[in-house]
């Protein structure tokens, strides 16, 4: 079994950061892709950043420019700096990865929650 445990969420004004942490353990063989979703009130589960085991990354629209995703393998984290946070910024972030060789597992973490608002 694998755990996730994001941390790092909470409240900030308009055009502040935040970084949020996604530590995995557990019975891991290989790391992935590792990403980041986020749902706001609503609204359905979008993906906002994603990176590969190669390091290379993925970005919504509405966020490049302002968030970083990066992975610490060594560690088996992954990482999301959030710069400029505006209000639509506001959601429940969620951490994903892809596990295994052979066969992929994909597993969730709980769910951190950011919140933009003067």
């Known amino acids: 079994q694998v755990q996730l445990v994001e941390s790092g969420g909470g409240l900030v004004q308009p055009g502040g950061s935040l970084r949020l942490s996604c530590a995995v353990s557990?019975?891991?063989?290989?790391?992935?892709?590792m990403g980041w979703y986020r749902q706001a009130p609503g609204k359905q589960r979008e993906l906002v950043a994603v990176i590969r085991s190669g390091g290379s990354t993925n970005y919504a629209d509405s966020v490049k420019g302002r968030f970083t995703i990066s992975r610490d393998n060594a560690k088996n984290t992954v990482y999301l700096q959030m710069n400029s946070l505006k209000l639509g910024d506001t959601a429940i972030y969620f951490c994903?990865?892809?596990?295994?060789?052979?066969?992929?597992?994909?597993?969730w973490g709980q769910g951190t929650q950011v919140t933009v608002s003067s």
């Open positions: 557990g019975s891991i063989y290989r790391l992935n892709a």
């Open positions: 994903n990865v892809e596990e295994g060789f052979a066969t992929i597992m994909n597993y």
